[in-house]
């Protein structure tokens, strides 16, 4: 899935109610938690986040797999009902995400080795 891709979802579910530089701090956002939180941790994979900017990455791949696609769109339209004040989808789409991201998260740990924690002694 692309920028462009998941943008043109959020759009064909939401509308397009808010800019591209909201969309793209939303999309940051999560790609940075992704990194961080999952990807960095597993051996071989040490990836510098560099924040995206539409205009010279509407096109670029974005680090979950397809089939994990959820995880972006539920956590895009929890930020898009959360700052519409629509309390219940945002409720809704945040149980969605959540579930789409543990989905995700533990399939990456299933086929990727964890790296080694440092070891600390003698102090």
């Not at 940075?32 to 791949?61: C, S, T």
């Not at 995700?104 to 924690?117: G, V």
Request: charged share 30%; hydrophobic share 35%.
């Amino acid at each position: 899935m692309t920028v462009n891709d998941l943008i043109s979802d959020i759009t064909s579910l939401r509308g397009q109610q808010y800019g591209t530089d909201m969309i793209m701090g939303w999309i940051n956002e999560i790609e940075g938690q992704v990194i961080e939180e999952v990807i960095n941790r597993a051996e071989g994979y040490n990836l510098e986040f560099i924040p995206m900017e539409y205009e010279k990455d509407q096109d670029k791949k974005l680090s979950i797999p397809d089939r994990f696609k959820d995880v972006y769109v539920n956590y895009m339209l929890s930020k898009i009902d959360y700052h519409n004040e629509e309390t219940e989808r945002y409720n809704n789409d945040v149980v969605m995400y959540n579930s789409a991201y543990d989905a995700y998260a533990a399939w990456f740990r299933r086929c990727n080795r964890a790296k080694k924690a440092p070891l600390f002694s003698k102090f």
